[in-house]
């Protein structure tokens, strides 16, 4: 050690510890990574097909907003993660969405009452959480755009310059030669589905947006994008979404629903049948849109289903069927309190405070015996 | 015997109980709407909001609504997407109230109406001068015409004119391109023929498609539209949107004086003005969502090219008795508080 002086020591010792350091920091980054793109993968074979078959809503989006700061901190060391967050804002959006609905039910309940206070404080809380849910939908909508674009040069084209491309002279040559330009080219059926997913985030962002006022800024041209995304799915494949999307989207820029109703039911029919009621609920909403209580009693009764034509979920999107039905219910009991005071009767949605009640024997007439 | 009686009691409180359950569980349902209580009137608002009972105009109206229970009156907010049937029933009385742009709501009051008037209220710090002034007490009498009072004033957005062709700059090479207009709106139609353009007749649900397939060259509406109606469409390849404000439009809330309490008005109308910044808010975010390069800036010269153009139609909409001759002067007395310089204030045909 007398060879070396204090001086050499110390900068030896120096050494060491940069190197020490460096060789830490550059471990750790790729023990993150390594971490990352393994959760990435977990994430996509295995939480996406696992939540989808659940049918707990409130468990899965409890479980998208508590996940979401941890899973995706892992984008901070390079892991890319928007395949998930298309799914998992979608599901964390719906739990703001429940706050949302609760709020308003709170706020028809005090107007009900007579209690103004309560009213504007429940009008409140319901903003917020609509705000809330804006921006979760439209981090999932986002999600939808890059991982596309990373995963299909065909589909980033049309979104690199929205302001200045124009879709139709895009489609037109596009349908010349024979392809949509906007549907990606790997288009397996996870990836549809997740397209799907994205669509439905875009618009319930801009509709919860339009709810709170327009308080999240979400730019109402998405859904003239998301109403042109749908032509890349097909109806008899996902649910009659495919039709529902751009009726609907068509139906709120006419200001005149009507002559959009018939395509609007037949999609909520196909939904029905495949197991998945997505479409039912987008119909349902415009007859809320206009304030048409009847049609929307109906539509709810219809999305219930009756004896005749018993309805059967499909297992494996049934989360997304349990979603939809969460969104009718909250339709529903907002009915119910306006009219009652209270959330729909459990077991009684698609039942109204003012059907006709047939008795037992009714049918049965013994007139004659008397 | 005392146990006995206590324990006979307690299985004849345990069988009541279990018999009482499920009558308990039904009362809730089987009681009247105990939570309406009645006691404050309950009148009809009916909203004109292009989104019907999702949009942005009808939702804010929940918060009035409360305010309006303060007040002692009940509103049931009711949605229209048409603003033609929403004013209709208005007019037959199936509303006691409706929300209306300043453009229908002229037949209830030609004073506010004239609110929209072309290029009489060029910037919003004037617009928001002008509804300050008109919902204060002094200016009541003028919200009320007859049975209808105007209960409050609410910007509805600066109109700018969305070209295909952005060489469009000066008003006079606005000539001989079709611009579609609104048959509801007798003025605009006045004024493209001024400018010696072509009017195509024209509906709100079908102007901003004819412009995006090119079936006219000018289109006429708030910066809200640029999003919701897809003018990137139109606007491409070549196409910008002239930031000049030719019209202020407006939201007005009309009553009918005699269904609500004698206060009324008044007391929406100094609700109203104080959301003013909050609604503005809304709007400049619609305008900040056009991109700057499809902005075409007008240099000043051109600016009181158009200025006068606008004045000079007024001017003859007003001899036509389209435009109210105070609700003009009351906006000229704004204008030239701001800029007294400008010529206008000082010419001999001033409003």
């Given at each position: 050690m007398k060879y070396f002086g204090d001086a050499t020591l110390r900068m030896a010792s120096k050494f060491f510890g940069v190197t020490v350091v460096l060789l830490c920091v550059t471990a750790c980054q790729g023990i993150y990574k390594g971490t990352g793109n393994g959760i990435q993968r977990y994430s996509a074979t295995q939480i996406v097909p696992f939540v989808s078959s659940g049918t707990d809503v409130s468990q899965a989006c409890q479980m998208a907003t508590a996940m979401t700061p941890v899973l995706f901190s892992f984008e901070r060391v390079g892991t890319q993660l928007n395949d998930s967050r298309i799914l998992m804002s979608m599901l964390s959006g719906h739990c703001a969405s429940q706050q949302a609905w609760n709020a308003q039910l709170a706020y028809t309940s005090a107007m009900n009452q007579q209690q103004p206070a309560a009213a504007q404080d429940a009008r409140i809380v319901e903003k917020r959480a609509l705000i809330v849910a804006a921006q979760r939908y439209w981090s999932g909508y986002q999600a939808k755009r890059s991982w596309f674009s990373q995963i299909s040069p065909s589909s980033s084209a049309v979104y690199k310059n929205p302001g200045y491309k124009n879709p139709e002279v895009i489609n037109a040559r596009a349908a010349h030669q024979g392809i949509n330009p906007r549907c990606p080219k790997r288009f397996d059926s996870s990836a549809q589905m997740r397209w799907l997913v994205g669509m439905v985030d875009g618009l319930l962002a801009v509709m919860s947006d339009s709810l709170a006022e327009r308080s999240a800024n979400i730019p109402l041209s998405a859904i003239g994008e998301i109403a042109e995304d749908a032509q890349c799915l097909r109806d008899d494949q996902w649910w009659g979404m495919a039709s529902a999307v751009p009726a609907m989207v068509a139906a709120l820029k006419n200001g005149d629903p009507t002559p959009y109703l018939p395509l609007l039911r037949k999609a909520s029919g196909i939904g029905y049948v495949q197991g998945v009621r997505l479409a039912a609920v987008l119909e349902a909403n415009i007859y809320v849109t206009q304030g048409n209580e009847p049609a929307l009693k109906e539509a709810i009764r219809r999305f219930v289903g009756n004896a005749e034509h018993p309805f059967k979920v499909n297992a494996e999107f049934a989360l997304f069927d349990a979603a939809a039905t969460e969104h009718v219910q909250a339709m529903s009991d907002q009915l119910w309190m306006r009219a009652k005071g209270h959330r729909t009767p459990v077991g009684q949605l698609g039942r109204f405070w003012d059907d006709k009640t047939t008795s037992v024997g009714d049918d049965v007439d013994l007139s004659e015996v008397l | 015997m005392a146990f006995c009686l206590k324990k006979k009691n307690g299985i004849l409180f345990s069988a009541i109980t279990i018999l009482l359950i499920p009558a308990l569980q039904l009362l809730p349902t089987l009681l009247p709407a105990a939570q309406v209580i009645a006691e404050s009137p309950s009148r009809t608002l009916c909203i004109y909001d292009?989104?019907?009972?999702?949009?942005p105009i009808f939702q804010n109206f929940k918060g009035y609504q409360a305010q309006a229970l303060q007040w002692g009156v009940r509103l049931d907010l009711k949605p229209y997407t048409s603003e033609r049937i929403a004013a209709e029933d208005f007019k037959s009385g199936a509303c006691h109230a409706a929300v209306l742009t300043g453009l229908l709501s002229r037949q209830f009051n030609s004073f506010t109406g004239t609110?929209?008037?072309?290029?009489?209220?060029?910037?919003y710090a004037q617009l928001k001068t002008t509804f300050a002034k008109l919902s204060a007490p002094t200016y009541a009498k003028y919200m009320l015409q007859g049975n209808y009072e105007v209960a409050g004033l609410m910007p509805g957005g600066a109109a700018f004119l969305f070209v295909d062709?952005?060489?469009?700059?000066?008003?006079?090479?606005?000539?001989g391109k079709r611009f579609a207009f609104l048959d509801s709106d007798p003025g605009l139609k006045q004024l493209v023929m001024k400018i010696g353009a072509s009017p195509v007749n024209s509906t709100i649900n079908t102007m901003y498609s004819q412009f995006n397939n090119g079936a006219v060259d000018v289109v006429f509406g708030p910066a809200m539209v640029y999003d919701a109606m897809e003018l990137h469409k139109g606007l491409s390849p070549k196409g910008g949107v002239v930031r000049y404000p030719t019209a202020q439009l407006t939201l007005q809330m009309v009553i009918l004086q005699s269904a609500f309490p004698q206060s009324f008005g008044q007391k929406s109308r100094d609700y109203v003005i104080q959301n003013f910044d909050q609604a503005l808010q809304s709007i400049q975010q619609y305008e900040q969502a056009i991109p700057n390069a499809l902005w075409i800036e007008l240099p000043q010269k051109v600016q009181a090219d158009f200025g006068e153009i606008l004045r000079q139609a007024r001017i003859s909409l007003r001899d036509q008795s389209i435009y109210d001759a105070k609700m003009l002067k009351v906006m000229r007395i704004v204008r030239c508080s701001a800029?007294?310089?400008?010529a206008e204030c000082s010419a001999a045909d001033k409003e």
């Open positions: - | 292009p989104l019907g009972a999702s949009g609110l929209d008037a072309y290029g009489a209220l060029p910037d062709d952005r060489s469009i700059d000066t008003p006079q090479e606005l000539s800029n007294p310089d400008s």
